[in-house]
C-alpha cells in the first residue's frame, strides 16, 4: 500500500483532525505523475473517499452546496488532464472513454456537464473528420466547433 493511500485511510477511518488540503494536493500530483489508467483509477477514488470524508465530517450544512460544486470541478480538472494529448488538446475519445469510466465507476454523475461535452465533442469530432475527408484537408478542432 502507497505511503498516500495509507495517510488517506489513516484519516478517513479517524476522528483525529487531520490536513485535507494537503492530502488533496498530494492526491493531485501523484494523479500527475501516474504511468497508467489503473494508477489515475487508483488516485481517483482516493480523492472521492477523502472528499467524501471531508464532507461527512468538516463541511457544514450550508456549505455543502458550495463544497459539492468545487470538490465535481477538482474532478473535472483532473479527468481533462487525464485526457489531453501530446500537444496540449482535449482528446475527445480519451474523454468520452475517461467520463464513462468515471460514471461507471460512481465516482462522476451521469448527467455531469464534463460528461455531456465529452459525449458531444466524440460526435463533433467524428463530424468534423468526415467534412475534413470530404472537403480533402485535416486538423478541424472538435473543442472549437462545440464552443462555437
Known amino acids: 500500500m502507497s505511503s498516500l493511500k495509507s495517510a488517506v485511510y489513516a484519516a478517513t477511518s479517524s476522528d483525529a483532525a487531520y490536513n485535507w488540503p494537503e ?6 500530483e501523484a ?15 482516493l480523492h472521492k473517499e ?5 464532507r461527512a465530517t468538516q463541511i457544514s450544512a450550508e456549505d455543502i452546496p458550495t463544497f459539492d460544486e468545487l470538490t465535481a470541478k477538482d474532478v473535472r480538472m483532473l479527468l481533462i488532464a487525464e485526457c489531453l ?4 488538446d482535449v482528446d475527445a475519445e480519451r ?9 461507471e ?4 454523475a451521469p448527467d ?6 465529452s459525449v458531444k465533442g466524440v460526435v463533433e469530432m467524428r463530424a468534423a473528420r468526415a467534412q475534413d475527408a470530404a472537403a480533402g484537408k485535416s486538423g478541424t478542432s472538435w473543442w472549437n466547433r462545440i464552443f462555437k
Open 23 to 28: 492530502l488533496k494536493q498530494a492526491i493531485h
Open 31 to 45: 494523479h500527475a505523475a501516474a504511468q497508467s489508467t489503473d494508477e489515475r483509477v487508483e488516485q481517483l477514488q
Open 50 to 54: 477523502l472528499m467524501d470524508h471531508v
Open 85 to 88: 494529448s501530446d500537444g496540449g
Open 95 to 103: 474523454l468520452d472513454e475517461t467520463t464513462r469510466r468515471e460514471v
Open 105 to 108: 465507476a460512481g465516482r462522476l
Open 112 to 117: 455531469d456537464s464534463l460528461r455531456q461535452v
